[in-house]
């Protein structure tokens, strides 16, 4: 499976920036799998920020519910990232992320930066 992210940049407080990832492989038309995007602020972890489920399901980290959202394309194995109102705590490098629900293996793309400024 690879993973390929587009997007991210700079962008002022209040602003929004989208980030796109399509995966590829031939396994993913025999498997099924959530695709999401972590990030990774300097001097933190990891986390969680978004990911939806082939059928549509979402979930969001608290920080960014009600600011961002993420939208899935079965048939293009893409998945992506709006952020909307963005804050310079949302400063981070963004991961792509794909979960394979049976073999419970993580993929993950080459990360972008995103740079929020106040």
């Known amino acids: 499976v690879q993973l390929q992210a587009s997007g991210g940049g700079l962008a002022q407080a209040g602003g929004s920036l989208r980030l796109s990832c399509a995966a590829s492989g031939t396994i993913l038309r025999f498997r099924t799998y959530l695709m999401g995007w972590y990030r990774q602020a300097p001097g933190k972890q990891r986390e969680l920020v978004a990911r939806?489920?082939?059928?549509?399901?979402?979930n969001f980290a608290d920080s960014v519910a009600g600011r961002f959202t993420i939208s899935r394309d079965n048939a293009k194995n893409t998945a992506d990232l709006q952020m909307n109102s963005l804050k310079p705590e949302d400063t981070a490098i963004y991961y792509c992320?794909?979960?394979?629900?049976?073999?419970?293996?993580?993929?993950w793309g080459k990360g972008t930066q995103v740079t929020v400024s106040s």
């Open positions: 992320n794909l979960h394979l629900s049976a073999d419970d293996t993580d993929y």
């Open positions: 939806v489920s082939a059928g549509g399901l979402t």
